[in-house]
């Protein structure tokens, strides 16, 4: 089975901006929903009007805005009452509008520059504030694959609190999905569904297809190696050099090898059990090369070359030849995708060169 694409996948939620445009999804059958979400819903989505009134409260203290400003927030508003807005812009528009650190943090943002969000430290700061902001700071890195940057500050909001709790559990759970952190995606995701019925119909399916991978993830197999491989690679797009990152090829270094040996120990026993029979003929005849589709029966001696990569990282640097002996053991007996998937991150790595 390929890889779900879940940066896509997140995206595509992305677009539909929350709450904001489409078809609802069909309400699901009785039974069926009750078989998946026995107890009540443990969230709420609240009205527009009601988060206005609580974002004006947080602020009381600060300058009113602009007249110009004030009749475009009454617009952006009034378009998300329709259920044509996405009413976590409007209250970072709000906030942006009464509050310079914010509205600093929405232009730094919009330049992929650093962001300075100390302010939201002062102890003086509305909680309510201090939370919107966050949420929406976390689904902003979210959009740019800033998964573990964004995990932190949407992992400790709470969706019965938040002005939006369908963004908040669907970002924080396609950060734990991709970090590999399946138990928590489920719990994020389940939530989610509690009120399917009342999410965007692709929002919705989005999610349902997350909870699908994310329960079938199996933490020993190769498609777990490759996902870990995504991450590097993701991270080392973003220029994340660091421990971490390091920390994540020594760990996909040290699973390829066990899943190397493993695969090694088990063709030994199959030529030691006989190889099911008629290894001569398995192979075309003597200098013949063996077609991929026919099984191997050949009793080579199995030996493999202890390959030394490093106390921590360079592997990407290994000599051609390696590579593609690990390449090639891998290849028979997996789906071709995940060779391709192994490649180029092996060209990913390489790329870095001495750099990394």
Aim: charged share 30%; glycine share 10%.
């Amino acid at each position: 089975m390929r890889l779900l694409p879940a940066t896509a996948l997140i995206f595509v939620a992305a677009a539909v901006g929350g709450w904001a445009g489409g078809a609802r999804s069909a309400p699901r059958a009785p039974a069926e929903s009750a078989a998946e979400f026995a107890r009540e819903p443990s969230w709420t989505a609240p009205q527009p009007r009601d988060v206005r009134a609580q974002v004006e409260k947080s602020l009381d203290r600060r300058p009113p805005a602009e007249a110009a400003a004030l009749q475009r927030l009454d617009e952006t508003w009034a378009a998300v009452a329709a259920g044509r807005g996405d009413i976590l812009d409007a209250v970072i528009e709000s906030i942006a509008a009464r509050e310079p650190a914010a509205a600093a943090m929405v232009a730094a943002m919009a330049r992929n520059a650093t962001l300075d969000a100390s302010w939201l430290d002062d102890p003086q700061v509305d909680t309510f504030l201090r939370d919107a902001v966050r949420l929406w700071w976390g689904r902003e890195l979210v959009r740019r694959d800033r998964f573990d940057e964004a995990l932190p500050l949407l992992g400790g909001l709470d969706p019965t609190a938040s002005v939006d709790p369908a963004t908040l559990l669907f970002h924080r759970a396609a950060c734990q999905h991709w970090l590999l952190d399946a138990d928590g995606a489920i719990e994020s995701l389940d939530r989610l569904l509690e009120r399917e019925e009342q999410l965007p119909a692709r929002y919705a399916r989005v999610a349902r297809l997350l909870r699908a991978d994310a329960a079938a993830i199996d933490r020993d197999s190769l498609d777990h190696i490759a996902r870990r491989m995504r991450d590097v690679g993701r991270r080392l797009e973003l220029g994340r050099m660091g421990a971490g990152t390091r920390e994540l090829q020594d760990g996909v270094v040290e699973s390829l090898d066990k899943l190397i040996k493993k695969l090694e120990e088990q063709r030994q026993q199959q030529e030691q059990g006989g190889g099911g029979g008629g290894g001569g003929s398995a192979q075309g005849g003597e200098g013949k090369p063996m077609d991929d589709s026919r099984v191997a029966g050949g009793k080579g001696a199995g030996d493999v070359q202890n390959r030394d990569i490093g106390a921590a990282d360079g592997w990407g640097n290994l000599p051609p030849h390696k590579r593609e002996e690990a390449l090639q053991q891998i290849g028979r007996e997996f789906p071709p995708h995940y060779r391709e998937a192994i490649e180029q991150y092996f060209k990913r790595l390489a790329a870095g060169g001495e750099d990394r």
